[in-house]
């Protein structure tokens, strides 16, 4: 069954880091496009951040750019986003989601992981 | 950045009517326009990709029109399953933006 399983949100104070996972299953990462996706409490959805399939590209929403970093490990199926300088306003759900093999719509989500950034 | 608008932001509509919700882009983005329901609580499940092309295991009462810069979400005969909230994705240009969301409720 192809799923992705995201873990490691939580609560951290602004100015922190957190790493949160994603876990892929029935399909191999290392063969497609990879993202992440966020929505704030009661907002609608924002792209956070896209790793290619060789690894080699990766881009970052501007709001986010300079303080995260999307990675993968092949041998662990898995996708990565690390979160630093963490702000009040990254406070959201975190999805991770599969681009199709034609390049263009996210075909895979997780359930999502909730990171709340507060003091 | 491409903004895509939506409309409505919400609709309450009966079982078996007919739901269009549009979606336009601030620049032509071609067919590369994609859409997904959202239910409560739920992560987004992908209904439409390229604007008119349907996904494997979605209901065919669910259909997309439209190129360059507008584009339409149809729902033909709504049934209660179909409350949720409904978004459209450009992947045309970075940074990849999503519509405000309409919401859909059942009267």
């Known amino acids: 069954q192809v799923q992705l399983v995201e873990s490691g949100g939580g609560l951290v104070k602004p100015g922190g880091s957190l790493r949160v996972f994603c876990a892929a299953s029935?399909?191999?990462?290392?063969?497609?496009?990879m993202s992440w996706i966020r929505q704030a409490p009661g907002k609608g959805l924002e792209w956070v951040s896209y790793?290619?399939?060789?690894?080699?590209?990766?881009y970052y929403a501007d709001s986010v750019k300079g303080r995260f970093t999307i990675s993968r490990d092949n041998a662990k199926n898995s996708l990565y986003l690390q979160m630093n300088s963490l702000r009040a306003e990254d406070t959201a759900v975190y999805f991770c989601?599969?681009?199709?093999?034609?390049?263009?719509?996210?075909?895979?989500w997780g359930q999502g992981t909730m990171v709340t950034v507060s003091s | 950045e491409i903004v895509l608008t939506q409309s409505p932001d919400f609709q309450s509509v009966t079982p078996k009517a007919k739901v269009t919700i549009t979606c336009r882009a601030s620049?032509?983005?071609?067919?590369?326009l994609h859409w997904y329901q959202q239910r409560p609580d739920q992560s987004p499940k992908l209904l439409i990709k390229y604007a008119s092309q349907s996904i494997s295991g979605v209901p065919s009462r669910f259909s997309g029109s439209g190129s360059g810069t507008d584009f339409t979400l149809t729902i033909n005969s709504l049934e209660a399953e179909d409350a949720a909230t409904y978004y459209c994705?450009?992947?045309?240009?970075?940074?990849?933006?999503f519509g405000q969301g309409t919401k859909v409720e059942i009267k």
């Open positions: 620049q032509s983005i071609g067919s590369s």
């Open positions: 989601a599969r681009v199709g093999a034609d390049f263009g719509a996210f075909d895979i």
């Open positions: 994705h450009q992947s045309s240009s970075l940074p990849e933006t």
């Open positions: 790793i290619s399939s060789s690894g080699s590209t990766r």
């Open positions: 029935g399909f191999t990462v290392s063969d497609y496009y």
